[in-house]
């Protein structure tokens, strides 16, 4: 897997709406209802990321949940990191 420069990071991130490139990692804050939806979407992401092979560091905090993604690797953001980043997105959504 291949480490992306910023400006490549920065072009993938135009279509993850919310997203950042902060400290070589791409991060993002969602804040849901309560601890248990909070929870039960970070075991949804939990199944997907094992799938992927492929896992993030990630704070929850009661109802927030900040999520840092980087492949530990090559030291920075590759492909795999916004491919989860868009899975990511597609179970907040659901």
């Keep these: 897997m291949e480490k992306l420069n910023n400006n490549q990071v920065m072009k993938a991130l135009e279509k993850l709406r919310g997203w950042s490139l902060k400290d070589g990692m791409i991060v ?3 804040k849901f209802k309560d601890f248990k939806e909070t929870f039960s979407a970070m075991t ?3 199944f997907e ?3 992927m092979n492929h896992h993030p560091n990630w704070e929850n905090v009661y ?3 900040t999520i840092k993604l ?3 690797d090559v030291g920075g953001v590759t492909q795999k990191d916004l491919e989860l980043a868009n ?3 597609d179970i ?3």
Excluded: D, G, M, V
């Design 92 to 94: 907040i959504r659901t």
């Design 63 to 65: 109802n927030q949940l």
């Design 70 to 72: 980087n492949t530990h």
């Design 49 to 51: 990321c094992e799938a």
């Design 28 to 30: 993002k804050s969602f």
């Design 87 to 89: 899975h990511i997105e």
């Design 44 to 46: 949804h992401i939990a």
